[in-house]
């Protein structure tokens, strides 16, 4: 973690880490072919989590109507809210 002038913290991706039964997912952003970017709601990258290691880097389904967590491109959810993973 960086702390600039201002102190206010500059997280790596490799420094955001899950806790407890948190997954830490990265929303899944798409782009069409006339250039317009989209991004699902409920579906993203898992970063990390605690619970299943299996799951980082695999895209994921999760509820997104529940009890979850933003920072910056990050959504915070319980593990129990994750769905299945997307081939």
Known sequence: MKVDGLNTHNFDDK???SVGTWVVIKK????SASGIIS?????GVVHDCSVD???IGKKVVFNAEDKHFTYEEYT???YSRVYGVVP
């Open 15 to 17: 420094n955001m880490k």
């Open 28 to 31: 899944d952003k798409t782009t």
């Open 39 to 43: 991004i699902g709601d409920n579906i």
């Open 53 to 55: 290691k299996t799951l």
């Open 76 to 78: 915070f959810v319980d």
